[in-house]
Nanobody
Framework: QVQLVESGGGLVQPGGSLRLSCAAS????????IGWFRQAPGKEREGVSC????????YYADSVKGRFTISRDNAKSTVYLQMNSLKPEDTAVYYC???????????????????WGQGTQVTVSS
């Protein structure tokens, strides 16, 4: 059974940092492209970052490039999103998602998602 469980969200002041985690189970993490989306109230879902299966290439939305870093620990079956220099416009629910086609690649700044986590709230406010 495929499961993605996000954690690490919370309230942070502008300029602060958070690290999101996505614990994956039911599949071998390193074989698939996996990444993060976010959705703010009243806005469309946005692909934030992705890491591919083949060579661990990473991709980012322009809005987060240089501030966010995606990584994964295959031994722990966990994907991380390190978020630095946070801005109020980063406020959103962040979702982890995976493309369960073997050898899958990122589609720009996000995977072609088959499965989603439940999301974790990130609020950037003073």
């Amino acid at each position: 059974q495929v499961q993605l469980v996000e954690s690490g969200g919370g309230l942070v002041q502008p300029g602060g940092s958070l690290r999101l985690s996505c614990a994956a189970s039911g599949f071998t993490l390193g074989y698939y492209a996996i990444g993060w989306f976010r959705q703010a109230p009243g806005k469309e879902r946005e692909g934030v970052s992705c890491i591919s299966s083949s060579d661990d290439s990473t991709y980012y939305a322009d809005s987060v490039k240089g501030r966010f870093t995606i990584s994964r620990d295959n031994a722990k079956s966990t994907v991380y999103l390190q978020m630095n220099s946070l801005k109020p416009e980063d406020t959103a629910v962040y979702y982890c998602a995976v493309d369960l086609r073997v050898g899958s690649s990122c589609q720009g700044s996000h995977p072609l998602a088959d499965y989603w986590g439940q999301g974790t709230q990130v609020t950037v406010s003073s």
